[in-house]
């Protein structure tokens, strides 16, 4: 079963900054099967990036995923008002299909 | 638009049962595979159950099987999830999700707004 570990829990940043998420796998995540996700209070979570670094429809380009194995990075270059929520990362690569347990990106 | 909505959350005693529903609009519902992914705010975002386009093929978490079924209505294009032998670590948000149309391991690209169940007398 794979585990996913995302860092830092909470990251508190201005509007404007650029955001660095970080989620690794206890093992590869093979063809970057790993999706990042939205979540804001009270909503499901909203998709962002699938195949590690394809945005979805309808999401901006400040919005970039990377990284392959067992390391990946969610980045957002330019931090909007809208921005500030809560990001999950998600390997489907094997059953069960495990999340990160989630970074608080917070205004500072 | 896609649009699924979840129904059918409710307290429930330890032991008991329920069933969610999810009815989909806005899109092909018999052409997408579908799950059921549920959130608490110890455990977070946890995958429970997944069932294929037609409904031939079923997927479980662990810890649900055999006490939960997942189903669907091609027709009335609506995914189910029967609870039964509810424990109070079923106590979640759940909700159902659609899996991206990618041919194999996918993502899931839209969700409803969840149900809450919660276990407990």
């Known amino acids: 079963e794979i585990v996913l570990t995302q860092s830092p829990g909470t990251l508190s940043l201005s509007p404007g900054e650029r955001a660095t998420l970080s989620c690794r796998a206890s093992?590869?995540?093979?063809?970057?099967?790993l999706a990042w996700y939205q979540q804001k209070s009270g909503q499901g979570p909203r998709l962002l990036i699938y195949?590690?670094?394809r945005r979805a429809t309808g999401i901006p380009d400040r919005f970039s995923g990377s990284g392959s194995g067992t390391d990946f990075t969610l980045s957002i270059s330019r931090l909007e008002p809208e921005d500030f929520a809560l990001y999950y990362c998600?390997?489907?690569?094997?059953?069960?299909?495990?999340f990160g347990q989630g970074t608080k990106v917070e205004i500072k | 638009e896609v649009h699924l909505l979840e129904s059918g959350g409710g307290l429930v005693q330890p032991g008991g049962s329920l069933t969610l529903s999810c009815a989909a609009s806005?899109?092909?519902?018999?052409?997408?595979?579908m799950s059921w992914v549920r959130q608490t705010p110890g455990k977070g975002l946890e995958w429970v159950s997944s069932?294929?386009?037609?409904?031939?093929?079923?997927y479980y978490t662990d810890s649900v099987k055999g006490r939960f079924t997942i189903s669907r209505d091609n027709y009335e294009n609506t995914l189910f999830l029967q609870m039964n032998s509810l424990r109070a670590e079923d106590t979640a948000v759940y909700y159902c999700?659609?899996?991206?149309?990618?041919?194999?391991?996918?993502?899931?690209?839209?969700w409803g707004q969840g149900a809450l169940v919660t276990v407990s007398s």
């Open positions: 998600q390997q489907y690569d094997t059953l069960p299909r495990a």
């Open positions: 806005g899109y092909t519902f018999r052409s997408y595979a």
């Open positions: 069932i294929s386009a037609s409904g031939d093929r079923t």
């Open positions: 093992q590869s995540v093979s063809s970057g099967h």
């Open positions: 999700a659609r899996f991206m149309d990618c041919g194999g391991h996918c993502a899931f690209d839209y």
């Open positions: 195949d590690a670094s």
